[in-house]
Each structure stands twice: as C-alpha cells, then as structure tokens.
C-alpha cells in the first residue's frame, strides 16, 4: 500500500482540483435544484408588492453573490425578506444590485406564515431587473 501511494502522491495535487471542481459543480447543480423546487411551490402562494431596502454585492473564495433585503405588507403588518442570487462573474453580480436597488418586486408569502416570503426569478425577469442568458 505504501508503494502504491509513493507513485500516486505526484497526482494528489492535480486529483485534489478535479475533486473540488467536481463538488464545486455538485453544490451548484444542488443549490439550483433546491431554488427550483422552492420556487415552484411558491408560484401558487399570494402575492404583495414589496420594495427593495439594500442589494450587497458579496464575495467570498466560493463565488460571488447578491443579497437582496427587501420589505413588504401581508395581513395588515410589514415583513422583511431576504433574496440570494449567485453570479459567475463579479461585474454581473454588480450590475444586478445596481439595478434592483431601490426597485418594487412582487413578493410571493405563504399564506399561513406570511413572513415565509421568495422573490420568483421569473417575475424579477418580467420587470427587466434580471437578465438571464
């Protein structure tokens, strides 16, 4: 066994990238299925005009990142929320927060826990404020 690691050990560098990529691509494909499903389930909830309060741009060894603060009125009080979309370049994640700043969204809330909000990808899309492709 020590022999058969001896020749192996010039490789570990080059199969410890091709992991990382290989999981870094799994925590991907599994981030956006989990967004997919939430997303589904959540087309169907009622709906409240929301208003954007902050848009930070972060940025960290694992990506770059937008989180999104935003408030809206359900059921006769304001809640809060919180929107993440991730981005593979850092100008794309700037140009997002720049123009979603400030901007009304349509707010989607679970109707039995109001403060359970998801900001669709495809009504960001229908108000021009995320382009995709």
Known sequence: MKDLWH????????FHYLIAAVVGAFVVAVRKYVQRVRENRAAMWPSADGQVQTAAVKKSQYGTWVEVSYRYYAQQQYRYGKYRRHFAR???AE?????????SVQVRYRDDNPSESVLLEQDLQ???????G
Do not use: C, D, E, Y
């Open 7 to 14: 020749h192996l050990a010039p490789f570990a560098g080059t």
């Open 90 to 92: 850092k100008a794309a």
């Open 95 to 103: 140009a997002f927060a720049t123009a979603i700043r400030g901007h």
């Open 126 to 132: 229908m108000t021009g404020l995320l382009q995709t």
